[in-house]
């Protein structure tokens, strides 16, 4: 069984650099991309910050340039490093992860994690 935990939810102040962090355990053994989206109340889902095996990372341009993700595979975390926050980051922020695991490969969720940007 695989699951994906995600802490670090905060309410912040604008300008403000809280982290994510999101842990894939389990009986896993590859765990490919791993992606941050989040859902800002009104809006869509939105793919925030992504991050491959081998380190690659793509970003929204909303964000691009604020956010960082980095990951350590042998512990099989990422982090979402969120650095001069926006009023608009507000959001419920979820960690997706692609995992092999011995029945096959599949997409896990981990839960949201509320991060409020509010002075």
């Known amino acids: 069984q695989v699951q994906v935990a995600v802490s670090g939810g905060v309410l912040a102040q604008p300008g403000g650099s809280p982290r994510l962090s999101c842990v894939v355990f389990?009986?896993?053994?590859?765990?490919?991309?791993m992606v941050w989206y989040r859902h800002a109340p009104g809006k869509e889902l939105e793919l925030v910050a992504g991050?491959?095996?081998?380190?690659?990372?793509n970003y929204a341009d909303s964000v691009n340039g604020r956010f960082t993700n980095s990951r350590d595979n042998r512990k099989n975390t990422v982090w979402l490093q969120m650095n001069s926050l926006k009023p608009e980051d507000t959001a419920v922020y979820y960690c997706?992860?692609?995992?092999?695991?011995?029945?096959?490969?599949?997409?896990?969720w981990g839960q949201g994690t509320q991060v409020t940007v509010s002075s």
């Open positions: 991050i491959g095996r081998g380190g690659g990372t």
């Open positions: 389990g009986s896993i053994f590859t765990i490919y991309g």
């Open positions: 997706n992860a692609y995992v092999s695991h011995r029945l096959g490969s599949d997409d896990y």
